[in-house]
């Protein structure tokens, strides 16, 4: 059967069975919608790339394991979204011993307090750009939680419920975060409306 | 939430991906190529996996596996040449008890039995009468003279049966329904031997005490049971063990009328040697 028919599940089986350009056609499909979700996620160009690399690396060690019980760019965006998570939490300590500050236990807050800028800066600032670059603009402004969710939302394709799986958040929570992203996108965006 | 509210929502998102289409953003393409060389060497691996057999490789004992291999053929052979004639032995056995035991219910009944023909059993018919007596007394003389135990003589006995089975002996019961029939030394056993025509049996029985004229519930006597069916061998037995020739069942009826009716020549004469009128 031709690659470019089969869905992801069935090309992550090939792999497993040893075929390699499985493995390069699904990586090709996906590889630019995980890129765009760690980079604007950890907003620096090599910290994604190292997380691009570790996801990969994870997905590829875990073929022979890998069972098609859930989507997989359910499973795909997890593991971006749980490394993404390791590598603040480690930056963040660093950071820590750096300043003598005790590192926050619990990692929701911890993502808040590391999300770089996340107060909302004036519309002002990027009204000399264009559109698109007002959107990302926008959103690398949301709070490190809310923009995990739209962004797992926007990129990954994931409903409600495959958020709050791949967050580790409940059902109710990941809806609220949504609907305070969009709700602070569109006030960012009215300019642009 | 409302239409209004979804309506939004669904521009948001299309207007972030148009925006995320026009971003150039991509990994590098160091990165690139470490995820596709790591991918190519996990499916190799896991390739190697899914044929564990590298049947392109001579075999690390390719001097030994011919060895192996014959011997093991050998091995097959020579266990199928020991084992086989004992199953067809046992086989042909079956056949034959199934035939004897299809024949004893239609002759039993004496006033049936009067105008049967007797039963042919030439397979496994000895051939000398005489041979075979002479083999069954000898046998006896044999286990009065080394008087094993009962339970020594149901162990002992199928065996042996087996082997002068196959030699075209007198003998016809299997080795199975030998040991059943062995396994109670009563006079249902001693009749069931005496018209089975199973000398072994009934000498085997007689030693370990069963009474030579024990009746039935129709007053037969063993001897009449094995007149009935034209077991020459076991008439001579029990004669030889002191049954009564004159005995008559509960409708009158002896051993020697028995005979004529079935036109048993030589049982006739046997038991009128014995004393039968």
Redesign the interface.
């Known amino acids: 059967m031709d690659l470019s028919q089969e869905t992801d599940e069935n090309l992550m089986m090939r ?6 350009a499985a ?2 056609y699904l ?1 090709r499909r996906h ?2 919608r995980v ?2 979700y760690l ?1 604007r996620s950890v907003k620096n160009e090599a910290s ?2 190292d997380l ?2 570790e996801v ?2 994870a997905v ?2 875990g ?2 394991n890998y069972q098609p019980t859930a989507k997989f760019t359910t499973w795909l965006f997890t593991i971006a979204h749980n490394r993404m998570v390791d590598m603040i939490r480690v930056n963040y300590r660093l950071q820590s011993l750096d300043t003598g500050e005790d590192a926050d236990a619990e990692g929701s807050s911890l993502l808040d307090r590391l999300a770089v800028d996340g107060k909302l800066e004036p519309l002002a600032q990027v009204q000399s750009q264009d ?3 007002a ?2 603009n926008a ?1 690398s402004q949301l709070p490190a939680e809310q923009r995990s969710a739209f962004l797992l ?3 990954g394709d994931l409903s409600v419920e495959e958020i709050a799986d791949a967050t580790g958040s409940n059902f109710e929570t990941v809806k609220s975060r949504l609907r305070y992203a ?1 709700a602070k ?2 006030q960012l ?1 009215w300019e ?1 409306a | 939430m409302t239409s209004k509210d979804n309506t939004q929502d669904e521009e948001l998102l299309a207007r972030y991906r148009r925006a995320g289409d026009a971003d150039a953003a991509a990994p590098s393409e160091s990165v690139r190529s470490a995820i596709l060389a790591e991918s190519r060497r996990v499916a190799e691996q896991l390739a190697k996996k899914q044929h564990p057999f590298d049947l392109s490789r001579p075999a690390a004992n390719d001097a030994r596996w011919k060895i192996t291999a014959f011997g093991t053929v050998g091995a097959a052979l020579l266990a199928a040449l020991l084992i086989g004639p004992r199953y067809w032995e046992s086989r042909r056995a079956t056949e034959v008890d199934r035939t004897e035991v299809s024949s004893v219910p239609a002759a039993a009944p004496a006033a049936k039995t009067a105008s049967a023909p007797a039963p042919k059993l030439e397979s496994i018919s000895p051939a000398s009468p005489n041979e075979s007596l002479q083999e069954v007394v000898v046998t006896q003389a044999d286990r009065k003279a080394s008087k094993p135990s009962a339970e020594e003589s149901r162990q002992h006995s199928a065996p042996a049966y087996s082997s002068r089975a196959a030699q075209g002996g007198a003998l016809s019961m299997s080795a199975d329904k030998l040991a059943r029939a062995s396994l109670v030394p009563t006079p249902a056993s001693l009749q069931a031997a005496a018209g089975l025509g199973d000398a072994r049996q009934a000498v085997l029985l007689l030693d370990q005490g069963v009474a030579v004229d024990a009746r039935d519930a129709d007053g037969r006597t063993p001897l009449m049971l094995a007149v009935a069916q034209g077991r020459l061998e076991v008439v001579r037995l029990l004669l030889a063990r002191g049954a009564d020739p004159n005995a008559a069942d509960n409708s009158g009826r002896t051993p020697l009328q028995q005979a004529r009716a079935g036109n048993l020549r030589d049982v006739a004469a046997l038991l009128e040697r014995a004393g039968a009128h």
């Open positions: 792999f497993g069975r040893g075929e390699a493995f390069e990586y590889e630019l890129f765009r980079r994604a790339n691009m690399q990969w690396f590829v060690r073929a022979a559109e698109a670059a959107i990302l959103v939302q926007a990129e969009r996108l569109r965006l642009y």
